[in-house]
């Protein structure tokens, strides 16, 4: 009995001795925070894989293709950012990170991206846009609303009711456009007073949306899975009419991730390939920016300053993610790894 | 009395050589013209092999496979299915926390390559091809075992990694029993248990009742937010009941019964700790009946049994206003043949007939189909040396393959040593599931079956010195599975499954187990121990770094240890389980560190007349340790469970 009793504790003893590690660990990351940010950073936002909670921050310098994993992880001494960094979003100084299924947004120091707060109460919010200083809208997935954050007090002041899951939304003048994935509806919503007083209707799954330099809203519709051929629509917001509407040959095409550049003349987005198309252009271009040779491309960003695109390919969603930063004629310039599913990019201003 | 018992073993479907060994002992004392002495070559006698009723009920297909046979202390002492196979083998189960899913990884391949049979009814769902280990209480059953590897070749198509088996032996010739166990646990745990049988002209009644529930409101440090908080686990309460009732009537050489297997449980679905609310609920409902006719005639011996399963998964959550429910019916037909040609040969044949249909929202209709198999082959016993070979044929709706193999043998080194050697090989092929097949978006109805190609070999040991018993097996294994089946997204937007993936899982798998009885004192060793190295070796993307990398949550190393010690009336019990590092990103950037969790409990018998009065105690995770056995779900620290029982 007592020979038993001493192997037991032999046992016991023997595992105890190892350092405490609780939860997911890095093999090989460098986990130094960042000093300090620059105009000359590029944010990666990659979204971790659903329910895994392994969202995270990568921060490529372009000048020197320096790259930074884990940017959040590291200056805030967390063991993660949350579970699925949907979007991002820089308010001055300020950063809001946007982490869809923690039901959270991470504002950081844009130089350090050391924590300000952590803006809670959302359900399942996808993207933010700054209305002015103090107020910024968020809409859900889920929640039927959008809401209203204050961003003096870092809270939610309130929410416009929608019906449904509404998407990326853009601003002009006093009127916020909100893509509504749910009736395929694009919502329309003065921002002074926070009512929802139209929408215009357009194709199955408006998935995102942009402003040109006309002041001309851009709406692209992924058409669904199937359901109907996808489409990009013109759209005059002044009066709320449709102006063209170009649609796509084949119905099980899925485009989406329509990103203007920085003089907003050209639009980009991913159809398996990346492909560009001038504002005045009078049809879908045929021929893409950038082949996909092999790869399946996930997230785009356009860089403002120059036109540089850069594209994710997620791989197995379970991995890395892998990044390629094209010249704005589409000549490979550099690739880099990311974070687990590099979703959408940030070019720091 | 033993015969009836070693009768209705016998005519488990896969009991093949044992089943052999046994029935000629049956013959024998039918007074068959039989000479049995030869397949003795231990020279133990009958009266010693009686002794060891269990470990021959135990023993249901050839020893030179791998198995893992639970004793009934293990049984009793888990909670459910799940807790069973962690703690007391090792296989790696996946276990998203109290409450939560617990799925299963058997030498390092998929949830829905692992088959779990019921009294030989494969219970796997027919849309994912898995099973939650977390909805079956140990009363349900009072055998189970694991087969690894080529031994699950035997027993169905499709266990790729191996099955596990669930059985509910009869014995028509014990007394009439009647048990109830109360138990309260920490975190609003209750649990109630009541289980009689009662026998009467040869009629067998048994029932089995369970009754669970639990807060599951422990607290953890939340190491996900700033600070590391204590919290408290949301949205984890849970309760299941369910009820089993068998009737069975004793034939002479045989039986006819059927059993009726009811369970419905209803949980909420815990949060990963990186979110603070959550909504999720998950319903399990399920019906399973079976009837059995069992039967020895001359040299054959037969098994006929037809279950029916239902199942019904309701899904919901209440932020997202999602609300799903799907429907799956199974109709599993079996029949199991032996046929003793003489002491050295034994045909097998084994015909399966199964119809599955679903209806989901998944689907764009209801969907089903039929498959079959017919398994033939023959155990060979020549002195020191015994061989099987079968093949499997298997027709599912219109296609046939007629190649599934298995061939195997072990050879005894010593005459008088119980040492053996012992290899195994076979190909065994898993079938797409119906959401491989058609949920949509994404469905692919080109599949191809999953094919795996496996060989092992080993040793085992037993010896008995005095009051002394030693056991010791090793085996070595190398399983290559192609066409593995993986949901990837598409250009599409959607997922879809291909049969991209190639895996090489190479292991190895120890059991050491070891009682000792000094008079009214018995002490139990028992151990496991398991090395895995499983590896993506096939990939359409260049950039795809996990190439020769360990498959996700295959942990390389596996152990556990039990000691049970029993003393007159007290028992002490005492599991220690090691899960090693498992990586959780397909590039092996990320893994879960190792944990190490104890268990202890004390329980006291105290004769009360007739009645058999059991007060226990149980201590989970004693030393408190802070883990995750999956990323980001919190686990319980130390918690505690008093029972106290009733048996007549």
């Known amino acids: ?144 609303s959008v809401q209203i954050v204050n961003l003096n007090s870092n809270t939610i002041s309130g929410n416009i009711a929608v019906q449904g899951w509404t998407e990326q939304l853009v601003l002009h003048n006093d009127t916020a456009y909100v893509c509504d994935m749910t009736n395929n509806n694009i919502l329309i919503i003065n921002t002074l007073t926070d009512v929802l007083v139209d929408s215009i209707k357009v194709g199955i799954s408006p998935n995102s949306l942009v402003l040109d330099k006309n002041n001309q809203l851009w709406v692209l519709c992924s058409g669904g899975f199937n359901k109907e051929n996808a489409r990009l629509i013109q759209i005059n917001p002044s009066n709320r009419d449709i102006i063209q509407t170009f649609t796509f040959s084949n119905i099980n095409h899925s485009p989406g991730s329509l990103i203007i550049n920085g003089s907003k003349d050209n639009l980009y987005f991913i159809n398996n390939s990346i492909y560009q198309m001038s504002i005045t252009g009078n049809s879908l271009p045929s021929t893409p920016i950038v082949t996909n040779s092999g790869n399946l491309f996930y997230g785009l960003g356009i860089d403002p300053t120059n036109n540089d695109i850069y594209v994710a390919d997620a791989i197995d969603y379970v991995q890395n993610g892998v990044v390629f930063r094209y010249s704005a004629s589409g000549s490979l310039i550099h690739q880099f790894t990311a974070g687990i599913i590099p979703g959408s990019f940030w070019f720091i201003e | 009395m033993f015969k009836a018992k070693l009768l209705l073993v016998c005519f488990n479907l896969t009991s093949f050589q044992l089943c052999a060994y046994v029935v ?275 040299k054959l011996s037969f098994t006929v049994t037809s279950g029916l399963i239902k199942d019904v998964l309701i899904y919901e959550d209440m932020s997202a206003k999602i609300y799903s ?73 219109d296609v046939f393959n007629p190649l599934a193999p298995s061939v195997g043998g072990k050879i005894q080194l010593l005459k008088k040593e119980q040492l053996y050697l012992k290899a195994n090989a076979g190909i065994n092929y898993h079938y797409p599931t119906l959401n491989d097949l058609y949920w949509n978006p994404g469905g692919n109805n080109s599949l191809e079956p999953e094919k795996a190609q496996m060989i092992e070999a080993g040793f085992s040991f037993t010896k008995n010195i005095g009051t002394t018993e030693l056991s010791l097996d090793a085996v070595g294994f190398y399983n290559y599975v192609s066409n593995w089946i993986i949901w990837l997204p598409t250009e599409f937007n959607y997922w879809s499954p291909t049969n991209l993936k190639e895996v090489e899982n190479k292991g190895f798998e120890a059991t050491f187990g070891l009682k000792t009885t000094f008079g009214k004192l018995t002490v139990k060793h028992n151990a496991n121990y398991a090395y895995t190295a499983s590896t993506n070796i096939k990939t359409n993307n260049e950039l795809d770094n996990s190439i020769d990398k360990q498959l996700i949550y295959v942990p390389f190393h596996k152990l556990n240890y039990t000691l049970s010690i029993g003393y007159k009336k007290t028992s002490l019990y005492y599991n220690y389980s090691y899960t090693g590092l498992r990586f959780i990103s397909t590039d092996n950037n990320w893994y879960l560190p190792a944990n190490f969790i104890h268990n202890a409990s004390i329980s006291q018998q105290i004769k009360l007349k007739k009645i058999m009065l059991t007060a226990s105690f149980k201590a989970n995770n004693l030393l408190n340790q802070d883990y995750q056995a999956m990323a980001y779900r919190a686990m319980p620290g130390r918690h505690f469970l008093f029972s106290i029982s009733l048996g007549l």
């Open chain 1, 1 to 144: 009995m007592k020979k038993h009793f001493l192997y037991i504790l032999c046992l016991i003893l023997l595992f105890r001795c190892k350092k405490e590690e609780i939860g997911p660990q890095c093999l090989n990351c460098d986990e130094t925070p960042i000093s300090n940010t620059s105009s000359t950073d590029v944010l990666i936002i990659n979204e971790g894989t659903f329910g895994w909670s392994n969202a995270s921050i990568a921060l490529y310098n372009k000048s020197n293709n320096n790259v930074n994993q884990n940017v959040f992880k590291n200056a805030n001494n967390v063991t993660s950012l949350g579970d699925v960094a949907q979007s991002f979003l820089q308010i001055n100084d300020k950063g809001y990170i946007v982490v869809n299924n923690s039901n959270k947004i991470e504002v950081v120091k844009m130089n350090d991206f050391k924590s300000v707060t952590t803006i809670t109460g959302f359900n399942s919010p996808r993207y933010m846009l700054k209305i002015n200083n103090s107020k910024a809208y968020v809409t859900d997935l889920y929640s039927n």
């Open chain 2, 24 to 298: 000629k002992k049956i013959l024998l004392t039918l007074l068959f013209v039989f000479s049995f002495t030869n397949t003795f070559s231990n020279n133990e006698t009958l009266d010693t092999i009686a002794g060891k009723t269990f470990e021959l009920i135990d023993q249901k297909i050839p020893q030179q496979y791998k198995k893992t046979a639970f004793d009934s202390i293990s049984i009793v002492e888990s909670q459910n299915l799940s807790e069973l196979i962690q703690q007391h083998s090792s296989v790696f189960i996946k276990d998203y926390g109290p409450s939560s899913l617990s799925s299963i990884s058997f030498r390092g391949t998929g949830a829905s390559h692992t088959q779990v049979q019921w009294n030989g009814v494969l219970l796997n769902s027919p849309m994912n091809g898995q099973i939650d280990f977390s909805l079956y209480p140990t009363i349900f059953f009072n055998q189970a075992e694991l087969h690894h590897g080529a031994a699950s070749l035997l027993d169905r198509n499709g266990a790729l990694g191996g099955s596990v088996l669930l059985k509910n032996s009869q014995n028509f010739e014990s007394k009439n029993t009647a048990f109830i166990k109360q138990s309260v646990g920490s975190f609003g745990a209750y649990k109630t248990e009541l289980s009689t049988s009662f026998i009467q002209n040869k009629w067998l009644f048994e029932t089995q009742l369970f009754y669970y529930t639990a807060k599951n409101d422990f607290e953890f440090k939340n190491i996900s937010k700033k600070g590391t908080p204590i919290e408290q686990q949301k949205n984890a309460e849970m309760s299941q009941y369910g009820i089993q009732q068998g009737i069975y009537r004793q034939l002479k050489n045989g039986s006819f019964g059927g059993r009726i297997w009811l369970f419905d449980s209803d949980r909420n679905l815990a949060p990963t700790i990186t979110k603070d609310s959550a909504n999720e609920n998950q319903k399990d409902q399920s019906f399973r009946a079976l009837l059995e006719y069992k039967q020895l005639r001359n």
């Open chain 2, 325 to 397: 429910k799907s429907n799956s019916y199974l109709v599993d037909n079996l029949i199991n043949t032996t046929y003793y040609i003489n002491n050295k040969i034994n045909i097998i044949n084994n015909l399966n007939i199964r119809f599955e249909t679903a209806e989901s929202g998944g689907y764009s209709t209801i969907k089903e189909r039929t498959q079959g198999s017919w398994m033939t082959g023959a155990t060979f016993h020549f002195g020191r040396v015994q061989l099987n070979v079968f093949n499997r044929f298997i027709a599912l709706n």
